[in-house]
Each structure stands twice: as structure tokens, then as C-alpha cells.
């Protein structure tokens, strides 16, 4: 199922930066939860990978708590958008996974292993979000992730 509303860039009105040289470069991407978006599976491209970059780390930003239990898992995009890729190319599966920060609302930064997997593509990758257990109360909110990334 997917999100109730569309991410910025899914929208079209937020583009990601594609890096000029050497620098690393944040690529802030998110989505508005609502009520109905508090089911497991639920699913929805939030961000890109430009292409010839390779991911960093990348910053988990919910700035308000979307319920206890709640967790989601965060990657590249399959074909169809409808789950993560499992190519080993994109890191061979979901880079975080059940992810808690959303519960209490929170900022942590993550360096997932599936990150040293990834290889640079000619072609841009869509990063998903996917919501692996509703928060109790299904409360309103922003999900957020900073990507960080650089030329390969």
C-alpha cells in the first residue's frame, strides 16, 4: 500500500544535489505520515541516490513521536517501487531495518554495512521507506532521512 501523499521528490518539487567533485553532499528527504499510513507494508520513495554517487551515512530525523512500536526499514526502490531491491548492486537487500527512532521522535546517525555493497549505477536509484510496524495512536508526523553521499 502505498503513502497517503506523495514525497517531495516523488512529487516532483524537491531534486536531490548531484555533487560537482569530491564533497559529500545531503540529500534531505522525507514524508508527512497520517493516520491511514500506520500499517505494516506501507510504502513510498522518499528520496534518490543520483547517479555515479555512493551513500556515506546517512541521519534518521523524525522530530515528533509517531507511537510506541513503531519501526520502518529504509533502502533502494525495486523496479515497481513496491519493496526493496535485492540486487547486490544496491546492497543486496533493505540498508536499515527496523528502524525505532520514529517511536519517541529522535536523531541518529547510521553507517549500514549494506552501504560497503552498494556500486555506483549510470542511472539514478529511488530510496524507499517502508513502515515494518505501526506506532500505537497512529499519530501524524514527519519521517525524515538525511542521505549523505558522494561521487564514486
Not at 85 to 100: F, H, L, M, Y
Not at 106 to 132: C, E, H, M, N
Amino acid at each position: 500500500m502505498p503513502f497517503a501523499n506523495k514525497s517531495p521528490q516523488l512529487a516532483g518539487y524537491q531534486n536531490p544535489i548531484t555533487p560537482g567533485g569530491p564533497e559529500q553532499v545531503v540529500c534531505r528527504c522525507g514524508q508527512q505520515l497520517v493516520a491511514a499510513d500506520h500499517v505494516a507494508g506501507t510504502v513510498g520513495v522518499i528520496g534518490v541516490l543520483p547517479a555515479g554517487t555512493l551513500p556515506a551515512h546517512l541521519y534518521v530525523r523524525v522530530p515528533t513521536a509517531l507511537g510506541a512500536g513503531f519501526t520502518a526499514s529504509i533502502g533502494i526502490a525495486n523496479a515497481a517501487g513496491t519493496d526493496f531491491s535485492t540486487a547486490a548492486e544496491d546492497g543486496g537487500a533493505a540498508w536499515v531495518v527496523d528502524n525505532n527512532t520514529g517511536a519517541a521522535g529522535g536523531y541518529v546517525q547510521l553507517a549500514p554495512s549494506a552501504f560497503a555493497k552498494v556500486a555506483p549505477k549510470d542511472y539514478d536509484r529511488r530510496v524507499l521507506l517502508k513502515i515494518t510496524a505501526p506506532g500505537t495512536g497512529t499519530p501524524a508526523g514527519l519521517f525524515a532521512v538525511d542521505l549523505v553521499y558522494a561521487n564514486a
